[in-house]
C-alpha cells in the first residue's frame, strides 16, 4: 500500500512552500530590477524617477493573482534581467572609461520602462473594491 501525505496548496499544483519560495524570489528579483533602472535612469540623465505605489506593491499583486499570471510575471523579471545585467555591466564600463554611454543608457532606460510596464500589466485589474484578495 503506498501512502501519500497530504499536501498543502494553492488548489492549482504549485506546493505552499514553493510557491512562498517562488514569490519571495520575484520580490528579491524585482527589487534589484527598480535598483538597476534607477542606476541606469541617472547614467541616462533622467530626473529622479519617484517609484509609485503600483511598482512597489507588484510582487504582492501578482502574488493573489492567477497561476498564469504569476509565471508569465516570473518569465518577465526573468527576461528583464537577462537584457539589465549585461546592459548595466557595459554602461559602467563606458563610465569608468570615462567616455559618454548616455545615449546607449537612454536605450537601456526605455527598454527597461517598456518591460516594467508590460510586467506590471500582468496585474489583475481591481474593482471598486480594490485588488482581488483570497484567504
Known amino acids: 500500500m503506498s501512502v501519500l501525505t497530504p499536501g498543502f496548496g494553492n488548489g492549482a499544483g504549485r506546493p505552499l512552500a514553493r510557491?512562498?519560495?517562488?514569490?519571495?524570489?520575484?520580490a528579491m528579483r524585482w527589487a534589484a530590477l527598480s535598483d538597476a533602472?534607477?542606476?541606469?535612469?541617472?547614467l541616462?540623465?533622467?530626473a529622479p524617477v519617484k517609484v509609485d505605489?503600483?511598482?512597489?506593491?507588484f510582487p504582492a499583486q501578482i502574488r493573489d493573482a492567477e497561476p498564469w499570471r504569476q509565471e508569465l510575471a516570473e518569465n518577465g523579471c526573468a527576461d528583464l534581467a537577462a537584457i539589465?545585467?549585461?546592459g548595466l555591466a557595459?554602461?559602467?564600463a563606458i563610465n569608468a572609461r570615462g567616455s559618454n554611454g548616455r545615449a546607449a543608457a537612454e536605450a537601456l532606460w526605455e527598454e527597461f520602462t517598456a518591460a516594467r510596464n508590460a510586467i506590471m500589466a500582468l496585474v489583475p485589474p481591481a474593482g471598486h473594491m480594490?485588488?482581488?484578495?483570497?484567504?
Open 84 to 86: 539589465m545585467e549585461p
Open 130 to 135: 480594490g485588488p482581488r484578495r483570497s484567504a
Open 53 to 57: 505605489q503600483a511598482v512597489k506593491s
Open 37 to 42: 533602472g534607477t542606476v541606469v535612469a541617472t
Open 19 to 26: 510557491q512562498t519560495a517562488q514569490a519571495n524570489a520575484l
Open 90 to 92: 557595459a554602461l559602467l
Open 44 to 46: 541616462a540623465g533622467v
